[in-house]
Each structure stands twice: as structure tokens, then as C-alpha cells.
């Protein structure tokens, strides 16, 4: 990802989140990101820090997960989920959902999943299998 392109996406969940303190109201992605930032107030105290996050870097060896990757993909699973796409995903979604009993941990489970095929889709340089996708999540 350019630099542009995260400095853009970070400065989108800092605005969604201080509009949230103001009690703006919020256009539907908005709010679809507000929820992801509510279930995670381990990253609030960083999301007021503001623009001093748009340089900040978190290594993987350093242990810590990068908190605006991590939301980022809470946000893009909960728009497959949305569109039911690719097709199947939102029934796979809502069987581990139950099974499990926490929304949250089978998001988590399913973004395990959803950062390999992409980290394998930049590594390869072709696009991620919705087949080998689809398959990985109904394995959990």
C-alpha cells in the first residue's frame, strides 16, 4: 500500500471516530467502521492521538498488531458479509457466529484466513481464490 493510500485510510477511522465524539451523524461506511473502532477500546486511547498515528509504523516482529490493519480487516470482512460476497461467506459467518457464541472471535478466525489469501495474493501477484477462500473458512 502507498504511503498516500494509508495515511488516507488511518485519517479515515481518526475523522469517523472524532465526529463519533461530537455526535456527528455518520454516513452508512461511517458507521460500519464506529462499530468496528466500539468493539476494539484498546485502539481508542491511540485514536485520540490523532494525526501523530499517520507516521507510526507497527512491526511484526515487535508482537503488537498493527491496530488500524486489524480494524481495517474487521471492516472489509463485515462488507463481504454485508454483500455476500463472494457467495457464501455471510451463511459461514453466521454458522461460526453461533458456534462459537461471540461475534467477535469468529470475525477474528475469519480474518486469520482473510489475511493469509491476501498476504499469498501480494506474495504470488494474482488475485486471491474466492474457492480457496470460501473452502479455508468453512474449515474452521
Do not use: C
Not at 27 to 37: H, R, T, Y
Amino acid at each position: 500500500m502507498l504511503l498516500s493510500e494509508r495515511d488516507s485510510a488511518r485519517r479515515f477511522f481518526l475523522s469517523v471516530w472524532d465526529k463519533h465524539r461530537e455526535g456527528k451523524l455518520l454516513e452508512p461506511l461511517e458507521a460500519m467502521v464506529l462499530d468496528v473502532v466500539l468493539m476494539h477500546p484498546e485502539y481508542h486511547p491511540l485514536l485520540e492521538e490523532g494525526e501523530a498515528v499517520l507516521e507510526r509504523d507497527w512491526e511484526i516482529g515487535e508482537g503488537v498488531t498493527n491496530p488500524f490493519l486489524h480494524m481495517g480487516l474487521h471492516v472489509a470482512l463485515a462488507e463481504q458479509v454485508g454483500a455476500d460476497r463472494p457467495a457464501g461467506v455471510t451463511q459461514i459467518y453466521r454458522r461460526l457466529s453461533r458456534r462459537l457464541g461471540d461475534r467477535h472471535e469468529a470475525e477474528h478466525r475469519m480474518m486469520g484466513v482473510l489475511a493469509g489469501m491476501l498476504w499469498e495474493a501480494q506474495r504470488s501477484g494474482l488475485p486471491p481464490d474466492e474457492g480457496d477462500y470460501l473452502e479455508a473458512l468453512r474449515r474452521l
